[in-house]
């Protein structure tokens, strides 16, 4: 089991209105997760996505899937 920490980064695209995500995908490799967590809230919950449903997701996003964001 590895002990590596996640480091968090910020999307470029966000702007600062406080809507915001934090992803760490250092983790994909040693884990497979994606953690994502509030960026108002740092220490609180973190969500661990399966790295395979995170890039689904992502995939979506870009496609406009679920509409304009």
């Not at 089991?1 to 910020?10: A, I, L, R, S, V």
Request: net charge negative; glycine share 12%; hydrophobic share 40%.
């Amino acid at each position: 089991m590895t002990t590596e920490d996640p480091q968090w980064f910020t999307s470029s695209y966000s702007g600062n209105g406080g809507q915001c995500i934090q992803v760490a995908t250092n983790l994909v490799a040693s884990r497979g997760v994606v953690p994502v967590r509030d960026s108002k809230n740092p220490s609180g919950p973190v969500l661990d996505l399966p790295a395979g449903s995170f890039a689904t997701f992502v995939a979506a996003v870009r496609t406009g899937e679920f509409g304009a964001v």
